[in-house]
């Protein structure tokens, strides 16, 4: 996809952002809370696309339909410094296992699912949720669908079971691979549980360059 390209989504994705926050629908996003879609500037070259559930970290939207905020020059997860997220060092550990840090660095989009943010406790509404949940949970996961779409990666990882959930019915001819219980806040779980779907994305991403 041309960098054109992709700022016309995004502009596209702006507009309609604003209408659903001064639509009836506006009302699920509470006043102080944001609206995060990427959580980084994309990449040149996008082999993975990583998508999560939704940002938890409600103090840190990363994404303005005003463009009050830009969004992270790195993907956050593969930054230490810059990581918010309780699993953020599983998940660099996991992906070194795999040899694919490099991938993880320097080719892979990081995405929400749902949006707007909304902190952990009340992400069940967003998953299952009626109403003004419902209407943001389709409009987000059609969007992200799209973006899929248009961008054709190498694979697609669906980061935690909510995000599993939300869009494995929506990636038609997308090569998925679902790490349903990474996003879990379970410190004490060895890693050996996730190399079934992270040796699967290996394989589907090929050795890196």
Same mark, same amino acid.
């Not at 219980?181 to 589907?204: I, K, N």
């Given at each position: 996809?041309?960098?054109?390209t992709f700022s016309t989504m995004f502009?596209n994705?702006?507009?309609?952002?604003?209408?659903m926050l001064?639509g009836?629908?506006g009302?699920?996003?509470?006043?102080d809370?944001g609206?995060s879609?990427?959580y980084?500037?994309?990449?040149?070259a996008?082999?993975?696309?990583?998508v999560?559930?939704q940002?938890?970290d409600?103090?840190?939207?990363?994404?303005?339909p005003?463009?009050r =905020? +830009?969004w992270?020059?790195r &993907?956050?997860y593969a930054?230490? *410094?810059m990581?918010?997220f309780p699993?953020g060092e599983r998940?660099?550990?996991?992906?070194?296992?795999?040899?694919?840090t490099?991938?993880?660095?320097e080719?892979?989009?990081?995405?929400?699912?749902v949006?707007?943010d909304a902190?952990?406790?009340?992400s069940?509404?967003w998953l299952c949720g009626?109403?003004?949940y419902g209407?943001?949970r389709?409009?987000?996961?059609?969007w992200?669908a799209?973006?899929?779409e248009?961008? =054709? +990666?190498?694979?697609?990882? &669906?980061l935690?079971?909510k995000a *599993?959930?939300?869009?494995?019915d929506k990636?038609?001819?997308?090569?998925?691979?679902?790490?349903?219980?990474?996003?879990?806040a379970?410190?004490?779980?060895d890693?050996?549980?996730y190399?079934?779907?992270?040796?699967?994305?290996?394989?589907?991403?090929?050795?890196?360059?």
């Amino acid at each position: 996809m041309s960098s054109e390209t992709f700022s016309t989504m995004f502009d596209n994705l702006a507009l309609a952002c604003r209408e659903m926050l001064r639509g009836p629908h506006g009302r699920a996003l509470a006043p102080d809370r944001g609206i995060s879609v990427l959580y980084g500037a994309p990449p040149a070259a996008i082999d993975l696309i990583m998508v999560s559930f939704q940002n938890h970290d409600c103090a840190r939207p990363m994404f303005d339909p005003a463009r009050r =905020r +830009p969004w992270p020059e790195r &993907l956050l997860y593969a930054d230490a *410094a810059m990581d918010p997220f309780p699993f953020g060092e599983r998940l660099r550990r996991v992906f070194e296992s795999h040899g694919l840090t490099r991938t993880l660095c320097e080719r892979t989009l990081g995405i929400n699912a749902v949006y707007p943010d909304a902190p952990l406790g009340d992400s069940e509404f967003w998953l299952c949720g009626e109403g003004s949940y419902g209407a943001w949970r389709r409009f987000s996961t059609s969007w992200t669908a799209l973006l899929i779409e248009q961008i =054709r +990666p190498k694979a697609v990882l &669906l980061l935690g079971r909510k995000a *599993a959930i939300a869009m494995r019915d929506k990636l038609e001819g997308a090569a998925a691979v679902e790490a349903m219980h990474f996003a879990t806040a379970t410190a004490t779980r060895d890693d050996s549980v996730y190399d079934l779907p992270f040796g699967q994305l290996a394989e589907l991403l090929g050795a890196e360059r």
